[in-house]
């Protein structure tokens, strides 16, 4: 059974970091290309940042030099690095397994930035 569960967030103050995490099971990650989307209360879903199976990486205008994609060390683990968090990162952060036809999302984890 293929899945995937994000973990890592939850309230923060502006300027503040976060990392979150995507477990993922019952496929072979290495073939996927992981993105990272958020979808904001009466917003769209949108793309953050994905890595392809060989390692390249894009980013959302909105969070270049300031949020990480990466494959992690943990096996089938894949991490997003949040840094100088901003109000308008708040959102429901998901993760997605894409490859040919496969297409996998998790359950997504809340975060907020507010003081």
């Known amino acids: 059974q293929e899945k995937l569960v994000e973990s890592g967030g939850g309230l923060v103050q502006p300027g503040g970091s976060l990392r979150l995490s995507c477990a993922t099971s019952?496929?072979?990650?290495?073939?996927?290309?992981i993105g990272w989307y958020r979808q904001a209360p009466g917003k769209q879903r949108e793309l953050v940042a994905i890595i392809g199976s060989g390692g390249g990486t894009t980013y959302a205008d909105s969070v270049k030099g300031r949020f990480t994609i990466s494959r992690g060390n943990v096996e089938n683990t894949v991490f997003l690095q949040m840094n100088s968090l901003k109000p308008e990162d708040t959102a429901v952060y998901y993760c997605?397994?894409?490859?040919?036809?496969?297409?996998?999302w998790g359950q997504g984890t809340q975060v907020t930035v507010s003081s």
């Open positions: 997605n397994a894409q490859y040919r036809e496969y297409d996998y």
């Open positions: 019952g496929f072979t990650l290495d073939l996927y290309t």
